[in-house]
């Protein structure tokens, strides 16, 4: 589970560190400015945990009004659920409901491929292009193809992996 931290904006107040929803929840009804008021807005920082969280943070715009879904996301989505959020909010700008969202539901083709030219590689080996013939294989320009690629597709890294996508 990331650790999180709770900054305030008022410089009267210290911030503090949680792991979940509730441990927010607790400690900022306990958190008081110096005179004794309890502090309203914190800008939330990510601390620790693992990458594909902290990206999925960025993406999540994490907040005070954020928090429970980032949370239950961290928990209860696989890895490739996260990157396809990823992809499809942080780089291809779609809008979520932080309380009510299924990566599934975001058009997302994701590749686990380092560049455009395996991308090429597979689709030809798939048969997307047609049968070709055995002996006219070694004419195949995947350098061409993987230019033509580049056009629908795009090349990323989320936590360390190369990915290759195409959003609607």
Known sequence: MPQLHAQPYDLDANGFYFESTEDYANKAKMN?????EVVEEYEIQFIDGED???ALAKAW???QASIGGYFKACDEWEDY????????????????????????????????LDNMKELAEQMVEEGLFGDIPEQLERYIDLDAIACDLSHDYTETEIAGEMLIYRAD
């Open 32 to 36: 008081r400015k110096a005179f004794g």
């Open 52 to 54: 594909i969280d902290l």
């Open 61 to 63: 715009g994490v907040n």
């Open 81 to 112: 659920q996260k990157k396809i959020f990823i992809i499809a909010v942080g780089e291809a700008g779609h809008s979520f409901d932080p309380e009510d969202v299924y990566p599934e539901e975001f058009g997302v083709d994701l590749y686990h």
